[in-house]
């Protein structure tokens, strides 16, 4: 947990509790949740967010339903797509099974989506590299009484991407790459043909 002052001078309590899905041997993030969000009030944060870690959008959502009432946000992430259910739950916590990545979206969760798609096709390993185009911020925005750091509401996913500009220069800027990389290998097997030719005369 960090404490953190907010623009307006309240106090703000930060949680990062981590599932237990495919992780057993973690402490139960439930009763943790709840004892830290205990020691929050006692310390005199007006807000606690919890940033929720987990595999599961079920795991996330039993921890919203669990922490209500008790934390201003739970705020689910690590599955890397921003999910569709931002709401305020009934005892004023507001909620998001994930909030998305910041990173580059013309990917596959962050990978370049070429080296993604041989993988599936293949059945092979392969090593990952971080796709480098149509980078985008992801983040909530909640809003919170002042007076009981109860929240009174949600924004979208508020993704901020590029600009249409930038994007399109950023596929011209792909596009180009991969022309030069075919162009590569058009004149490597042309030389090795020449090669060929040569060395049976």
């Known amino acids: 947990m960090i404490v953190v002052e907010a623009h307006n001078g309240v106090q703000c309590a930060i949680l990062n509790l981590q599932g237990r899905t495919y992780m057993p041997q973690t402490d139960c993030p439930f009763r943790e949740g709840r004892r830290v969000a205990c020691r929050a009030c006692r310390l005199g944060s007006m807000y606690g967010s919890s940033i929720s870690t987990r595999e599961l959008t079920s795991e996330k959502m039993a921890m919203g339903w669990y922490?209500?009432?008790?934390?201003?946000?739970?705020?689910?992430?690590?599955?890397?797509?921003?999910?569709?259910?931002?709401?305020?739950?009934?005892?004023?916590?507001?909620?998001?099974?994930?909030?998305?990545?910041?990173?580059?979206?013309?990917?596959?969760?962050?990978?370049?989506?070429?080296?993604?798609?041989?993988?599936?096709?293949?059945?092979?390993?392969?090593?990952?590299?971080?796709?480098?185009?149509?980078?985008?911020?992801?983040?909530?925005?909640r809003q919170v009484d002042e007076a009981t750091g109860r929240a009174v509401g949600i924004a979208g996913h508020g993704a901020v991407a590029k600009s249409n500009v930038a994007a399109e220069l950023d596929q011209l800027a792909f596009q180009l790459t991969k022309r030069r990389h075919r162009a590569h290998q058009l004149a490597e097997a042309k030389f090795k043909s020449d090669a060929i030719v040569r060395f049976s005369a």
């Open 67 to 141: 922490l209500d009432g008790r934390v201003s946000a739970v705020i689910g992430t690590h599955t890397h797509i921003p999910t569709a259910d931002t709401r305020v739950l009934p005892n004023g916590t507001a909620y998001q099974t994930d909030v998305g990545m910041t990173g580059p979206y013309h990917s596959v969760i962050g990978v370049d989506k070429d080296i993604i798609l041989q993988r599936f096709l293949t059945q092979l390993p392969v090593r990952m590299e971080a796709a480098r185009h149509g980078a985008e911020l992801h983040a909530g925005d």
